[in-house]
């Protein structure tokens, strides 16, 4: 949470389910538009935050099946877990505010006399939240009677109906949106309030993100029967919330627009020649940029490749050095001679590459160090490398204004390749 030196320029506190993440789109296109935004012009100043209701179990899961970014924080199980960073750091603080008036045996032992209610499978059963299936029909009786026997019991409850199945019972004090309240609180301790927050969901246990002061919200297209009718009956004249008429995070690209948060064209959606032409040098962007390009350079969507041959001369220094994951050192001239080779050699496969975490910092007048995880996910398999590369933008010639002089890549985690075919 410490990263920043000053106030966030712009939060964004996200759902994954069927808000970031769309299950519907194989091909996972507006989530990667997303992250290309993100990575090119918010990353080094604005706080990224996924809040769902799924268990660091289900969290990790879907991780693993979708091109998702590092969040700077995390917040699982519908606001009763708070992580920081990388190595998701629990917020100790956090878990005590939720043991007021919360006690799970006796929740455990109401909720069984309920026969409406299927409990979920037990990763999803957490210290803060009892979760079960309901069906619609019987939701608004089962949650009114239930409350009424846990008040008995002296508890003081939150239950949350979502997806039209899904039945959560929490602590009071708990929930994306107090989660929300006790981040916000935080960074005003560290006089950090970031200038702008912007909500982003699709379902019930997103309707209290919307009701913290001072938040702009955006309910997906495809939001909930559940949400759009909290809406109706509690925010329908607050400006600062809106229906996108985009589905899942095209609908979070498009609110950035619609609330001038901030620049909101995603360099995905530039064509080549657009992408590539040089205005302002800007590290990030310029990572972003090189990363799309070979992405189409591999899936053969790059038309004329002679031309954009050129561009890659001119970008990677001749005296360059690449040390690959596996700690072969060979130099950029010889990357260029496999690029060409292997340009078009993901054709008609699922494939896609994303950079996460893209942070530079300027070593002097004209040169800058550059980390980020470089992605890569072919079908369902998915590896990723930890990054660093040098830019440079003394003495370059020809129309890009900068050029690469040394990369070097290690493995994340499980991830390796056959290593014949890897660079980059
Ligand atoms: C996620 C969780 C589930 C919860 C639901 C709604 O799907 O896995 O336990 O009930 O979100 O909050
Ligand atoms: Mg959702």
Redesign the pocket.
């Known amino acids: 949470m410490n990263r920043l030196t000053s106030s966030a320029r712009l939060m964004i506190v996200s759902d994954l ?1 069927h808000t970031m993440v769309d299950h519907h789109d194989p091909e996972n296109l507006s989530i990667l538009r997303f992250n290309a935004l993100w990575e090119a012009k918010y990353r080094h100043d604005s706080l990224l935050v996924f809040s ?4 660091p179990t ?1 969290y990790k899961q879907l991780r693993k099946e979708k091109p998702m970014l590092t969040p700077d924080i995390t917040i699982m ?2 606001g009763t877990e708070i992580t920081y960073g990388n190595e998701m750091v629990p917020d100790e603080g956090w878990v005590d505010v939720l043991n007021h008036k919360w006690d799970k045996k006796i929740v455990t032992e109401e909720t069984s006399k309920f026969p409406e209610l299927t409990l ?2 037990e ?2 059963q957490r210290p803060h ?1 009892a ?3 309901v069906k619609k029909e019987k939701a608004q009786e089962v949650m009114k009677n239930l409350s009424e026997v846990l008040v008995k019991r002296g508890l003081d409850v939150k239950i ?1 109906y ?2 039209g199945m ?3 019972i929490l602590p009071q004090g708990a929930g994306k949106g107090q989660a929300l309240a006790y981040l916000h609180k935080k960074l005003i301790a560290e006089g950090k309030l970031p200038k702008n927050t912007l909500a982003c969901g699709d ?3 997103d309707a209290e993100l919307f009701t913290i002061p001072d938040v702009h919200g955006v309910m997906v297209k495809n939001a909930q029967e559940e949400l759009l009718h909290w809406y109706s009956e509690n925010a329908k004249n607050n400006p600062k919330i809106i229906h996108a008429d985009e589905t899942c995070a095209a609908g979070i690209i498009q609110a950035i627009g619609h609330f001038k948060l901030g620049p909101n064209t995603s360099p995905r959606d530039l064509p080549l020649p657009d992408l590539l032409k040089s205005d302002n040098f800007d590290p990030a962007f310029e990572v972003v940029k090189f990363y799309l390009f070979l992405e189409r350079w591999q899936r053969a969507e790059v038309e004329n490749s002679e031309q954009y041959l050129e561009y890659l001369k001119a970008v990677f220094s001749s005296c360059g050095v690449y040390l690959n994951p596996y700690g072969v050192e060979q130099s950029l001239d010889d990357v260029i001679k496999k690029m060409e080779e292997s340009c078009g050699g993901k054709k008609g496969k699922q494939y896609r590459i994303w950079v996460d975490q893209v942070f530079s910092s300027q070593l002097d007048s004209n040169t800058w160090l550059v980390k980020f995880k470089k992605w890569e996910q072919t079908g369902e398999e998915q590896k990723c490398c930890f990054t660093t590369a040098i830019l440079s933008t003394k003495d370059v010639k020809g129309p890009h204004g900068v050029s690469w002089v040394h990369v070097h890549q290690t493995w994340v985690d499980g991830s390796k390749s056959d290593g014949k075919n890897w660079f980059l």
């Open positions: 389910d769902t209701g799924r268990s289900l199980s519908v979920q499978s990763t999803e939240k979760s079960f299936y949350i979502s997806g899904d039945l959560d379902s019930g246990n």
